[in-house]
């Protein structure tokens, strides 16, 4: 590792430290706008229906998501379903691991000026509208935060010849079961990290600072397991997909041997070619240019055997969660495994750690061709920005989805003021059209509804001084509202029976 040398000017530090967080403001400046979309109705609902333990620790999907949900419940509760308030938070956050990338960066490489030109263009890659534009892949955003001040601390620890001692790896625990507890992909950055952090300063990490480690991740395997016996997936026409058994994902070899192969191919051409990535042509000849020019500087670092052990780490802590996710998700789209090395969700983390690899690695070339990599970055940069301003990152606002709350709420509103106050109004129990893809994995009455809609939007069983009930017309409804319980138990009752026939005459 080197220590930072012919550091520049006060002023101009600063302003390397600055640029990459502002530009990953600036470029993702209309995350702001965005709205809740699919799972994020679940999750709301799940929270606002009073039914907390099962809110923070039924698992969705093969997922314990304790952490993430406890955060959206924060905001929830403190600000009512604002989507734009955990926007906001999110941006935030990623403007910070853009300044923490940098910092890293800057103290394994010693050169502030890659290390900025790195962090700028990773935070602008267009695989991050995965998990900045999707309330329910947030949680993948402060993974990476985590990551990044754990690989601060391993620096710290090298700089200063220190090691690591049990109270910081007790939070270093807690730290491992929030990753998993966040996001789906937490688990295998989770699970990877105690091994990174043994190939890059292992000599650092005592014996028992790793067994800590080590039962913490017990922990939560335990308790997930745990969970999963006691929270069986729902029935429903793709039930399987909740919780897919080792046959299910091992019955596509091939399938599954692409998609491992291209997750870390995506990371690596969305990375390098940033705004300039064109999805719909994955892959084509600039993505195989671009994974050559990451492959052959990485290559070509480790040749040099400087930094070994950091750069085999962060390659790990890149690319080591990926056969897990491969494994997870092949049997949702066999099919189609480059379109699932292609969704955006899967990258956000697995890329900063590649970023870091590579600042290090072109820092390394510095020294030798300071004058030539150090143009060549600069043009790097500078084509990335240009794309930008061309193509630039527009997330998705999920516009269907506001308006469709938005009509729930009107048409509450409107039914209410039909009745004088003291009445009940009840109204017939619909599908709420966002949740509808959402019932094909896990049942058609998971979320009941515009009653589930209701909850969400609604902090009280009466609006307005009348009552409000749901009428189900599907018995099976009501079966699991009552077994659910929470508001929704009182909110759904049946429909009236028609009156009885009159007697023959």
């Not at 263009?121 to 995965?130: D, E, F, K, Q």
């Not at 990551?147 to 620890?157: E, G, I, K």
């Not at 990877?192 to 480690?213: E, K, N, Q, Y």
């Not at 090395?341 to 697995?350: E, Q, S, V």
């Amino acid at each position: 590792m080197r220590r930072l040398s012919a550091a520049p000017r006060p002023a101009l530090a600063l302003l390397l430290a600055l640029l990459p967080p502002l530009v990953a403001l600036i470029a993702w400046r209309q995350v702001v706008h965005g709205y809740f979309y699919s799972d994020d109705f679940q999750t709301l609902y799940d929270l606002a229906n009073g039914t907390l333990v099962r809110a923070l620790f039924e698992p969705a999907f093969g997922h314990v998501n304790t952490t993430r949900n406890a955060v959206m419940g924060l905001f929830y509760w403190a600000f009512g379903p604002r989507a734009e308030v955990i926007y906001g938070a999110v941006l935030a956050v990623h403007a910070l691991n853009a300044f923490l990338l940098y910092r890293v960066a800057s103290r394994l490489s010693g050169d502030r000026l890659v290390a900025a030109a790195v962090a700028i263009v990773w935070a602008i890659s267009p695989l991050h509208r995965g998990t900045l534009d999707w309330c329910a892949a947030h949680g993948h955003a402060w993974i990476a935060t985590l990551a990044l001040l754990m690989l601060d601390r391993l620096a710290t620890f090298e700089l200063d010849e220190r090691r690591l001692g049990r109270g910081e790896a007790a939070l270093w625990g807690l730290a491992l079961i929030a990753m998993a507890t966040s996001y789906g992909i937490g688990m295998g950055i989770a699970f990877s990290f105690p091994v990174v952090a043994l190939v890059i300063a292992g000599r650092r990490l005592r014996p028992a600072s790793v067994a800590v480690l080590g039962a913490a991740l017990l922990l939560f395997a335990v308790t997930y397991v745990a969970l999963k016996a006691h929270y069986p997936p729902p029935a429903a026409p793709f039930g399987h997909l909740a919780a897919p058994t080792l046959s299910d994902m091992l019955a596509h070899p091939v399938e599954l041997l692409v998609l491992v192969l291209h997750l870390p191919g995506v990371c690596a051409a969305a990375l390098a070619l940033g705004p300039l990535l064109r999805e719909h042509a994955y892959p084509g000849w600039p993505d195989v240019v671009a994974w050559g020019a990451v492959a052959c500087v990485l290559v070509a670092a480790l040749r040099r055997g400087e930094q070994t052990r950091w750069l085999l780490g962060l390659l790990l802590l890149a690319f080591g969660c990926y056969p897990l996710i491969a494994l997870g998700r092949i049997v949702v789209n066999p099919e189609s495994p480059i379109g699932l090395a292609l969704t955006p969700r899967y990258h956000y983390a697995p890329q900063v750690a590649l970023a870091l690899a590579l600042a290090l690695a072109l820092a390394m070339f510095r020294t030798v061709h300071p004058r030539l990599v150090g143009m060549g970055v600069a043009a790097w940069v500078a084509l990335l920005l240009v794309g930008l301003v061309a193509h630039p990152l527009q997330p998705d606002p999920h516009a269907f989805e506001r308006h469709a709350s938005a009509r729930v709420v009107a048409q509450v509103r409107a039914a209410v003021r039909t009745l004088p106050r003291g009445e009940t109004v009840y109204i017939p129990n619909e599908a709420f059209p966002p949740i509808l893809f959402l019932t094909n994995f896990q049942g058609p009455w998971k979320f009941p509804g515009l009653a589930g809609a209701f909850v969400i939007f609604f902090p009280g069983d009466a609006v307005e001084g009348r009552r409000v009930r749901f009428v189900a017309s599907d018995p099976e409804q009501l079966t699991a509202a009552a077994l659910t319980g929470g508001r929704i138990a009182a909110l759904l009752v049946p429909a009236a029976p028609p009156p009885p026939a009159a007697p023959p005459p």
